[in-house]
């Protein structure tokens, strides 16, 4: 199916352990995007990539890595989770940044 | 730093009614997008503004673009219960690479 999804859905963890949440997209765009949403912050820019092999830092990139090896998929790893990382994650592609994203479904991470 | 500013944060409204939600800014953008997200899903892509003045209608939801480019607005008329969600505004900033700089959204819940 054409789109963007994310996976899982659900996610729940403990401290300190290594997470990765996948992000595949079918549209061939040239940038992705990793969010996190939380509650009184609205949704924030973790990183980003423009193309293969190409990634930058958002707003808000401590505590996580990201790679991409290919055009379709956008892995975020946690590398040593913590609670404040407890959110949804949404991953975004679009075809230049400042068109419009196309989201994922979220993965809710819960990190205990 | 361009941001974006959403008002109201919350409305609760009887199915029927008409409503309207702001989005504004000191900033000048060159263009505003608006998206909806429904409980559990990722955001959803409305519509792009992109010229001063610009009116753009999507069945029972009509968006404006501020003359200046500063702000636009949302108005949703005879709300019905499936136009429950979050929306958020959206503008390129041209302080991060023209990468989207979300609003904090405004929480509607239309109530049959």
């Known amino acids: 199916d054409a789109g963007i999804t994310q996976s899982p859905r659900y996610k729940i963890t403990e401290t300190g352990r290594q997470v990765t949440l996948m992000c595949h997209q079918t549209w061939s765009h040239s940038y992705m995007f990793w969010y996190r949403q939380d509650l009184g912050h609205g949704l924030r820019l973790i990183y980003y990539s423009a193309a293969a092999d190409i990634t930058d830092k958002g707003e808000v990139p401590d505590g996580y890595v990201v790679s991409r090896s290919k055009t379709e998929n956008f892995p975020l790893t946690l590398e040593s989770a913590t609670r404040s990382q407890t959110s949804v994650y949404f991953c975004a592609s679009s075809r230049a940044p400042h068109y419009g994203y196309t989201f994922g479904s979220g993965t809710r991470l819960t990190v205990v | 730093t361009q941001l974006l500013e959403q008002s109201p944060q919350f409305l609760s409204i009887q199915e029927g009614e008409n409503l309207t939600v702001y989005c504004n800014s000191s900033?000048?953008?060159?263009?505003l997008q608006w998206y909806r997200q429904e409980p559990g899903e990722g955001p959803v892509l409305l519509v792009t503004?992109?010229?001063?003045?610009e009116v753009k209608k999507l069945k029972r939801l009509t968006f404006q673009f501020g003359d200046a480019r500063k702000d636009s607005s949302l108005h949703i008329t005879a709300a019905q219960p499936g136009d429950t969600g979050l929306y958020l505004c959206a503008g390129p900033s041209n302080n991060a690479g023209n990468m989207l700089t979300f609003g904090g959204g405004t929480r509607l819940m239309v109530k049959p």
């Open positions: 503004v992109v010229t001063g003045g």
């Open positions: 900033s000048v953008f060159s263009s």
